[in-house]
C-alpha cells in the first residue's frame, strides 16, 4: 500500500528553515566520494572552497554503493570526515539520501526493485534513477539507509538541509505493484467502477470497464484514463518522496527538506508536490549561446517565477547550473566572460536564495566526465570559470540584505500541470504543437521586455492579490477554478483568457451548453479555426476602441470564432470567411473587466495591448526605455530596493537610472540598491 503517505497531516515548519532563508548560500555538487583515493585533491577542495566564498554543499547524492558496499554492511566513516571538514571549513552540508542510484547488488539480488516496461520486461540495472517506486524492498532498503543518515547526522553542525534523492522523473512502470497501487489510487479518487466509466466516457469504443483488473494505462483512445496515470504517477513520486520523509522528519524534525526540481515539462504536478517540500529547489541549464540569447533570458527568467511560485513567493535555490559547459545537450557552448555572474545574478533577481553548481570538480571517470565544474581536471584558480565563480561568491556575500527582499508582482500568469497533460493528450483538430508552454512564455514576455514583475501562478490558489490574471489557453477548466476567477473578476479584477480556454473539465469531459466563463466574457464561443505554420490569419483593431488600440497583426496557431453578447469588440479578423468577426473582446463584469483573445496575435501586438493594460492599470516598468536584451528586476524589503539591470546581449546597452545614463558592457549586470518607502 503506497499512498498512504499523502494522508499525512501538514506539520510544523522546521526550526532551521528561518536560518536557511535569512542568509544567501553558495556552494556546488561535491561528490566527494569519488576522491577518496585522492587525499591531496581532498584536502585541495577544501582550500579552493574557502576562496571561492563557497557556504553550502550538496554531498552524498550518489553514494549509496559507498556507503552500503554490501547489503547491510554501512560504512559512513568516509560521510564523517567528509562532514567534519565541510565543518572545520565554515561550510554547510546539504545532504542527500541516495535514492536516485542504487547499488547493483540491489537489482541483482531483487530484480523487482527495477521498472517493468509495459511488455512485462524488467529494465537492466543501468543509469540512475532506474527503480520501481511502489518496490517495498526497495521502499524497506530506502528508509534503513535514510534512518541512518539521520540518526548519524541529526547533531552534526553542518547539517543544514535534507537533499532527498535527485530530480525525481515521472517515469512510468507497469508492473502488477505499481497497476494495483493505480487501481486503488483509481478507487479512492471515484469510489467505484462506475464512476471511473463515468469520469473517462467509456462507453465510446465499447471500453466500460467490468473489472479493476481490465484497467491498463496504455489507451491513448482514452484520454481520461492517460491524464489520470499521470495524476497518478506525479502522486506516487510525492509519495515516494514522503516515504523517503519520514524518518528525517521523525530524527531530525528542526532540519528542513527539500528535493531537486527541473523544468516544468517532466510529469510532474510541481505545485502539488512544493506543498509537502521546505523550501523549492531547482537546476537550471539555459542552452546560453546556441540559440537567440534574449528569448534564452526570457525563458529562463519564466522558469525561475514559476519556480518562486511553487511556495507563493518564498525564495527558492538554485541548486544546479553549470559554471562552464554541460555535455548532455545537442550543444554546449563555452560561457562568454560575464555569464556565469549574470546567469546567477539573474536567478537572484528572481527570488533566488542560493547559487549552487553542477559541479564542483570534473569527475575523471563516467558519463560526466567533460560536464563543466568549478574545478576542472587541471585543477587550481587559475581558471577563467573559478575568478567568475569567485565573482559570483563575492556578489552573494556582498548583499545579506537581499535574502529578506521578495518580488513585488501584480500580474500572475497561470501555469497549470493538469492542464498541460490534458490538452498534449487531446486529439484536437489541432493535434500537434499545441504550444501551451511556449504561448504562458509569449504572455510572459511582454513583461519581461517591459521590465514589469510577474508571479507564476497555480490554477488552484487565490488570486484576490493580483491586480491583472493572465490565463493563457486554460483548456483544462474546473466549474471551481471557473467560479475563482469569475469572482476575481467580479471584484475588480482584470483577466485575460485565450483561445482554447475551458474545453473541458478536470475528468477531461467536455462542458456543456455554455462554458464556464461565458458571463464574464460576455461572449459565445461557437467555432474554432486552426492554422498551419505556414498559414496566417490576420486581425485589425476597431476604431475608438477603449483601450486605445490601433494597427493590425498577423495571426495564427487557432481562431476562436465569437459571437459576442455583452462584450467590446477591440479587434476583429481581417481575413477568410470570418472577417469582420470578433477576434479580441472585453467585457465589463462586476467591478473588473474580462479581456480575450481569440487568436495567437503577433508579438508587437501583443506588447502593445499589455502596453495599454498595464497602463490603464497603473502597472508601471521597474525602468522605462530599457534597450531589446536588458531585463530589469527587482527584489524588495520594506525599507531597500534591490534593482537588477542585466544585459543578455553581447554588445554595449547604455540604460538611464535615476536621470544618469550607464553602460552596461556585454553580458553584464548592474545591481542598484535604494532606500525605499514602499506602501
Ligand atoms: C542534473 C543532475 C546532475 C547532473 C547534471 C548535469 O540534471 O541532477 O546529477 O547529472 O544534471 O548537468
Redesign the pocket.
Known sequence: MTMRFLRYHRRMQPQNLTELLSRLWHGA?YNYEQWLEFPDVLHEDFRLMNLAHCTAMSVG??SWAKLEPREGQYDFRWLDALMDDLHGHGIRAILATPS?AHPAWLSARVPEVQRMNHLGQREPHRG?QNFCRTSPVFREKVTAINTLLADRYKDHPALLLWHVS??YGSTVCYCPTCLADFRRWLAARYGDLDGVNRAWWTTFWSHTYTDWDEIDPVDPSNNGLLLDWQRYNSDQVLDFYRMECAPLRQLTPHIPLTT?F?RPDVGLDYWKIAEHIDIVCW?S?PEWHVHDDVQTACETAFYHDLHRGYKQGQPFYLL?S?PSQ???QPLSRLKRPGMVKLASAQALAHGAMGVNY??WRQSRGGE?KF?GAVVAHRGGENTRTFREVVEVGEMLAGMPALAAARTPARVGIIYDFENEWALGLAHLPRKVNKEYQATCIEHYTAFWRRGIPVDVINARQDFSKYALVIAPMLYLLSEETATRLTEFVRAGGTLVTTYMTGWVNESDLTHLGASPLEAVWGFKLVEYDTFGADQAGQVMCTAGNTLDLIGSARCGRFADLLEPTTAEVLAVYARDFYGTQAALTVNAYGQGKAYHLGTQVDEPFLGAFYEKLTRALGLFPLLTGLPHGVSAQARQTERQQFLFLMNFTNQTQTISVEETATDLPPYGVRIVVKDVEII
Open positions: 555538487d547524492i550518489f536516485a540512475r535527485n530530480e531537486n527541473m537546476d541549464y544546479e553549470s554541460t555535455n548532455w553542477f559541479q560526466e560536464h
